[in-house]
């Protein structure tokens, strides 16, 4: 199965499992759902064993958050020991409150359950919280749950695949980074 850069943008978000099964749908392919993913996670623990760049742009906010003592969650698609080891590679980890992987919902984005399960355990109303996402699905997924919506990447210095400044997400180390 292919995977164009521009379908990994716009399924960012989506259960690994999911986009799978999107793929062979649309390519007329039978797939072992549950060895592709097990393939894919071991070709994601190689590209990423250092884990993802940080954003620092998002990541200075969530430190902002943090000193000035207001909760903060992380509602990530991934796979919680993926999600938790990066964070914790990168000495983050203690900037949240609450940490929702796909593994805690039964829908995963653009469903609203990440970011309501997030909101529950922070103990706090989902339509006083304000989702900072990076992808299309993520916030449709935060909408849903009533939350105020920040699309960072319209901030400066965040990866913008919209504008062709991507990083280093694909392994791709000369990508523009905008």
Do not use: W
Not at 3 to 16: D, H, N, W
Not at 55 to 81: C, D, F, L
Not at 96 to 109: N, W
Not at 153 to 176: M, S, Y
Request: aromatic share 4%; charged share 30%.
């Amino acid at each position: 199965m292919t995977l164009s850069v521009t379908q990994f943008y716009e399924l960012a978000g989506v259960p690994i499992r999911e986009i799978f099964s999107i793929l062979a749908k649309e390519q007329g392919k039978e797939v072992d759902l549950d060895a592709m993913a097990v393939r894919c996670k071991e070709l994601a623990d190689e590209l990423m064993k250092d884990g993802p760049d940080l954003i620092e742009p998002v990541v200075n906010i969530a430190r902002q958050a943090h000193t000035n003592k207001i909760p903060i969650a992380v509602a990530s698609s991934g796979i919680k020991p993926t999600v938790t080891g990066h964070l914790k590679g990168h000495g983050i980890i203690d900037l949240f409150q609450a940490i929702v992987t796909c593994e805690d919902v039964k829908q995963g984005k653009p469903a609203p359950d990440l970011y309501l399960l997030a909101a529950h355990k922070l103990g706090v109303d989902p339509n006083k919280c304000v989702a900072y996402e990076d992808a299309e699905l993520g916030m449709e997924s935060a909408r849903r749950a009533g939350m105020a919506v920040v699309d960072v990447r319209d901030i400066e210095g965040v990866p913008d695949p919209r504008k062709g400044c991507v990083g280093d997400a694909l392994g791709d180390a000369e990508a523009r980074r905008c």
